[in-house]
């Protein structure tokens, strides 16, 4: 979409822990996308969704590993 001679073209990253299946990514970066359609007005395929992943290891929280919780 272009406003005022700007096109519009939205992207959109998700941070999480390693752990899910590829279904269950595809079917959130497919929810994501049409949320983006719905409330921004984009065209869906100027939106890109791209899901960032970190090994258990690799991600702590409260001062705690994810694979030692």
Known sequence: MAKNG???VPEVHVFCAAGRTRDQN???MKKITDAV?????AAPGSVTV???????ADKIKGAIPF???
């Not at 359609?37 to 007005?41: L, P, Y």
């Not at 791209?50 to 258990?56: G, K, R």
């Open 6 to 8: 700007v096109t519009f």
């Open 26 to 28: 595809t079917k959130l």
């Open 37 to 41: 359609v719905e409330e921004f007005g």
């Open 50 to 56: 791209q899901i960032i992943e970190a090994t258990l």
């Open 67 to 69: 694979n030692e919780r």
